[in-house]
């Protein structure tokens, strides 16, 4: 099982960025996947989950509003979309993958992206 993010990059306060995660290997689609930040200074937090049959997302309060969550079982991807990006949404994004419903607690994740680089300038 493998989980490989991309498009993460240098952005100015408001704009946006499209994040891709690429799943393989997974003997089943019935795996919820999330995305978790890590910023500077701190852990890796929840940013938005997504149930396997997309019928459920979450977003941490932070997300709410900016950021989109969604997923091609088709084409084993799941994509964030980051909009009205701020300097503080600075951070290594990664895609987190695990059997059963969304949790908000990494250690509740299996299966890790290697991480991509979001950085937003002021």
């Known amino acids: 099982e493998r989980l490989i993010e991309s498009g993460g990059g240098l952005v100015q306060a408001g704009g946006s960025l499209s994040l891709s995660c690429a799943a393989s290997?997974?003997?089943?689609?019935?795996?919820?996947v999330s995305w978790f930040r890590q910023t500077p200074g701190n852990g890796r937090k929840f940013v938005a989950g997504?149930?396997?049959?997309?019928?459920?997302?979450y977003y941490a309060d932070f997300a709410e509003g900016r950021f989109t969550i969604s997923r091609d079982n088709d084409r084993n991807m799941v994509d964030l979309q980051l909009d009205s990006l701020k300097p503080s949404d600075t951070g290594v994004y990664y895609c987190?993958?695990?059997?059963?419903?969304?949790?908000?607690?990494?250690?509740?994740?299996?299966?890790w992206g290697q991480g991509t680089q979001v950085t937003v300038s002021s």
């Open positions: 997504i149930s396997w049959a997309y019928t459920d997302r």
């Open positions: 987190a993958a695990r059997d059963g419903i969304v949790r908000e607690r990494e250690d509740e994740y299996n299966y």
């Open positions: 290997g997974f003997s089943s689609s019935i795996y919820s």
